[in-house]
């Protein structure tokens, strides 16, 4: 009997975060864009590091356009962001 791999795919927290950057540049294919997807439809942390991410992009897209991209803040902001733990409530 052949294993029904659809109910043990999803990833863990890390190889999400691990892939963050690939997924917003859209350079993962569609089984692991798909794998990350499901992630965040039930991880509240990866989506809002990911929300986080996609705005913060977005931002530095719109900024580049007359300044060079601050690679160091984002890395450092992205460092930030993970250390928080978004589950106090
Ligand atoms: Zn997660």
Same mark, same amino acid.
């Given at each position: 009997?052949?294993?029904?791999?659809?109910?043990?795919?999803? @990833?863990? &927290?890390?190889?999400?975060?691990?892939?963050? #950057?690939? #997924?917003?540049?859209?350079?993962?294919?569609?089984?692991?864009?798909? *794998? @990350?997807?499901?992630?965040?439809?039930? &991880? *509240?942390? &990866? +989506?809002?590091?990911?929300? +986080?991410?996609?705005? +913060?992009?977005? +931002?530095?897209? *719109? =900024?580049?356009?007359?300044?060079?991209?601050?690679?160091?803040?984002?890395? =450092?902001?992205? *460092?930030?962001?993970?250390?928080?733990?978004?589950? =106090?409530?």
């Amino acid at each position: 009997m052949m294993t029904d791999e659809s109910q043990n795919d999803s @990833i863990d &927290c890390q190889t999400a975060f691990e892939s963050l #950057y690939d #997924y917003l540049d859209g350079e993962l294919d569609g089984e692991k864009t798909d *794998a @990350i997807k499901k992630h965040l439809e039930i &991880c *509240a942390k &990866c +989506f809002s590091a990911f929300d +986080f991410e996609k705005s +913060f992009l977005l +931002f530095i897209e *719109a =900024r580049s356009q007359s300044q060079g991209a601050p690679e160091e803040s984002k890395k =450092r902001l992205l *460092a930030a962001l993970l250390k928080e733990d978004p589950a =106090r409530d």
